[in-house]
Structures are given as C-alpha cells and as structure tokens.
C-alpha cells in the first residue's frame, strides 16, 4: 500500500476537487488485517473490444463483500450509453445499441464507482483489462488514474496452480473455470452484476479454503 500511497500524493494536486480527491482521503485498509476484516467491491466491466485504445465501456456492475458475506443489496447494474455501435462484439456481451442509446453517461456511473470505492478495496476477474477501461475513463474525466487498491482473482488462482506445479489448460483460468474448482455452478457470463456476483463468490472460496481455521491477510491477496 505505501507505493499506492505514494503515487496518490504525487497526484493529488491533479486530484483537487475531484470524487477521487474525497475517496483517497479515505484510509486505506491495512495489509496486516484479516481478510473478512476487510471491504471489497467486486466489480465486472462489459465493453466493445478488449483493447481501451479502440472500444469503450459498455456496461459495470459491483457488489459489496463485507464481513466475508456478499451483500447482495448492495448489488448495482450500469448500462452505459456508448458513443458508437457495440458491433460484433454484441455477440459476446448480448447488449444491443437500442439498449444504450438513452443509457446512463459515463461520467456518472464512474462517479458512482468511486463514491463506493472509497475505503474499501476493488476486486476484479482480470483486472488488468478492466482497470485499463476504468483508468482511461478516470484520465479522461478527472486527469488522473484511479490509484485504488485491487485485488485480482484470476492472478490469485494462477498463482495458487503454479504452487501447485500443475499444469495451466485453456479455460482454467476462465471466470467458471476457476469457480468450478470450488464447486461453485455455472452461471451466464457476460453480464457485468452477474459476472461480479460470481467473482464475489470466487473471492469468499479462494479466501476462505487458504484461510482455513486460521487467518489469510489482506497482505496476501494483493
């Protein structure tokens, strides 16, 4: 956390005024605490194209985990309105342009994201991909990334396999191909609140089965 500390004050003058200002006031969780003493948003992100440079963010959805329990009224659902038709990649996450012509703005639900985010940290099934989508649209509307703590569950598991010394297949590191390690069912994917739901899930097995009777600190998730 101290290098995320660090680059938070090497930017906060870019920040002033901003949600992000308010949210880096917030403390940080220390890497020393439980991992159920800690409060995650988990998150998922539907875009256009895979690479930020060219698509643009579709749709998010989050979910809050606290005490180690999903929170489930806490859950959240954006579609957002899109600058250009979706394409092919309709075919992946089924949202249609009609659907977003007259969606939420951009601006709005990454606002909101931040609002939520604020004290607690973020977690995400690849979450290289999505932060490069979120980071881009932080740049864009506040001129600065969004330098919060993240917790990737795909690295986790891959981690967790090397260990192991087994051997990575195609799909294994998939959102349900990792959930299927923990008997966990399948669900639809490409929906960003059900794929954040299932992450979540991901997140309390993986936790949960390394803790053990004992503990597992946020120090080792991240």
Same mark, same amino acid.
């Given at each position: 956390m101290?290098?995320?500390?660090l680059r938070r004050l090497y930017r906060r003058a870019r920040a002033r005024g901003t949600v992000l200002q308010q949210c880096?006031?917030?403390a940080l969780p220390s890497t020393a605490s439980d991992w159920r003493e800690v409060t995650f948003l988990v998150c998922d992100a539907e875009m256009s194209s895979l690479d930020p440079t060219e698509g643009e963010l579709l749709s998010l959805g989050w979910v809050v985990v606290q005490n180690g329990e999903i929170c489930l009224d806490s859950a959240e659902?954006? +579609?957002l309105k899109a600058s250009a038709s979706v394409g092919q990649s309709a075919v992946?996450?089924?949202l249609r342009d009609c659907e977003l012509q007259d969606a939420e703005p951009l601006g709005t639900a990454i606002e909101r994201l931040i609002t939520l985010a604020a004290g607690k940290v973020l977690v995400f099934h690849h979450a290289v991909l999505d932060m490069a989508f979120l980071?881009?649209?932080a740049h864009e509307l506040y001129g600065v990334p969004m330098l919060l703590p993240t917790v990737d569950t795909l690295a986790l598991e891959e981690r967790l396999l090397r260990r192991r010394q087994q051997v990575i297949k195609a799909g294994d590191l998939r959102?349900?191909?990792?959930r299927?390690?923990?008997? +966990?069912?399948?669900?639809?994917?490409?929906?960003?609140l059900i794929d954040a739901i299932a992450t979540a899930e991901l997140l309390l097995a993986h936790a949960g089965k390394r803790a053990g009777s004992g503990t597992l600190s946020l120090g080792q998730l991240l």
């Amino acid at each position: 956390m101290w290098l995320l500390r660090l680059r938070r004050l090497y930017r906060r003058a870019r920040a002033r005024g901003t949600v992000l200002q308010q949210c880096w006031q917030q403390a940080l969780p220390s890497t020393a605490s439980d991992w159920r003493e800690v409060t995650f948003l988990v998150c998922d992100a539907e875009m256009s194209s895979l690479d930020p440079t060219e698509g643009e963010l579709l749709s998010l959805g989050w979910v809050v985990v606290q005490n180690g329990e999903i929170c489930l009224d806490s859950a959240e659902h954006h +579609l957002l309105k899109a600058s250009a038709s979706v394409g092919q990649s309709a075919v992946i996450h089924k949202l249609r342009d009609c659907e977003l012509q007259d969606a939420e703005p951009l601006g709005t639900a990454i606002e909101r994201l931040i609002t939520l985010a604020a004290g607690k940290v973020l977690v995400f099934h690849h979450a290289v991909l999505d932060m490069a989508f979120l980071n881009l649209a932080a740049h864009e509307l506040y001129g600065v990334p969004m330098l919060l703590p993240t917790v990737d569950t795909l690295a986790l598991e891959e981690r967790l396999l090397r260990r192991r010394q087994q051997v990575i297949k195609a799909g294994d590191l998939r959102l349900q191909g990792c959930r299927s390690r923990y008997g +966990l069912p399948d669900y639809p994917a490409h929906n960003a609140l059900i794929d954040a739901i299932a992450t979540a899930e991901l997140l309390l097995a993986h936790a949960g089965k390394r803790a053990g009777s004992g503990t597992l600190s946020l120090g080792q998730l991240l």
